[in-house]
């Protein structure tokens, strides 16, 4: 395991979609602060239920913000980064020196895991002071106790964006090519991003989109006491979608041809 995760690590060093991917995660904040300042400048006012990001304070909701940029973003580094190892036969290599299928699937999930991880923890400090800087730091409605609303609120937010991308993972994985698994990953993401939206006014089927991570993503407002009650919620549909997604792209990989 260690061993693969050390190759990854040499490939990713060379790897122009590493560069890419980071790039549009740190510069997006810089963008929305400058764009936010304009918008106060023309004489709008910024509201934290609309803007999701108004000060420094804030802007530990920057994923929150952007929650559909990185979704996609990611999706598309994930089915680049593991569908070309198929099309280009380099899976071969690892599995002909007796390398664990588990194991190899893992290194993939592990290092998809750690890059969202540095992606939104940088944009989430840079969105924090470039906030702060244009805005000043100011407060969180209703939060007294900030550091540990910070806190959670950036590993709840992370546990949502890692469930979507272990689907992503299983996804590339189940459909071998880097074209297909980027249609299919997209696809997924705007379903769950925007059918909810539709089945949560139906009394019939609205609770059924609260087991879908992308629905607290992009429905919470992760500022108001109700939502921020919901976190334990959250956190349990993510682990749950982690683990069955993880164990449901092993199993049939394990099954799966390699030609």
């Known amino acids: 395991m260690l061993n693969l995760l050390t190759a990854e690590k040499i490939k990713l060093r ?11 995660l740190f510069l997006l904040p810089i963008i929305q602060v400058i764009n936010s300042h304009w918008a106060v400048q023309s004489g709008n006012e910024l509201v934290q239920v609309i803007d999701t990001v108004i000060n420094g304070a804030t802007g530990v909701l920057m994923i929150k913000k952007n929650g559909l940029t990185i979704l996609l973003v990611m999706s598309a580094f994930i089915s680049f980064f593991i569908g070309e190892e198929f099309q280009n036969g380099t899976i071969r290599n690892a599995l002909s020196l007796g390398r664990s299928r588990t194991h190899y699937y893992l290194s993939k999930l592990v290092i998809a895991a750690l890059l969202s991880l540095v992606g939104v923890f940088i944009m989430t400090v840079i969105g924090m002071i470039s906030f702060t800087v244009v ?51 997209f696809l997924y993401t705007i379903a769950t991003g925007f059918l909810p939206g ?11 989109t609260n087991w879908f991570s992308e629905t607290f993503l992009f429905y919470s407002n992760f500022a108001t006491p109700t939502d921020i009650a919901l976190y334990p919620e959250m956190a349990i549909v993510s682990l749950i979608t982690i683990v069955i997604s993880s164990a449901l792209g092993i199993v049939l990989f394990k099954r799966s041809d390699i030609k």
């Open 14 to 24: 060379r790897s122009k979609k590493l560069f890419i991917t980071l790039s549009i």
């Open 135 to 185: 805005f000043g730091f100011g407060d969180v409605a209703e939060i007294t106790n900030y550091y540990s609303y910070a806190l959670k609120s950036f590993g709840i937010l992370y546990l949502l964006v890692l469930a979507s991308v272990s689907i992503f993972v299983m996804i590339s994985f189940l459909t071998k090519n880097s074209s297909i698994s980027l249609i299919w990953s």
């Open 198 to 208: 539709i089945f949560q006014k139906t009394e019939h089927f609205k609770q059924v």
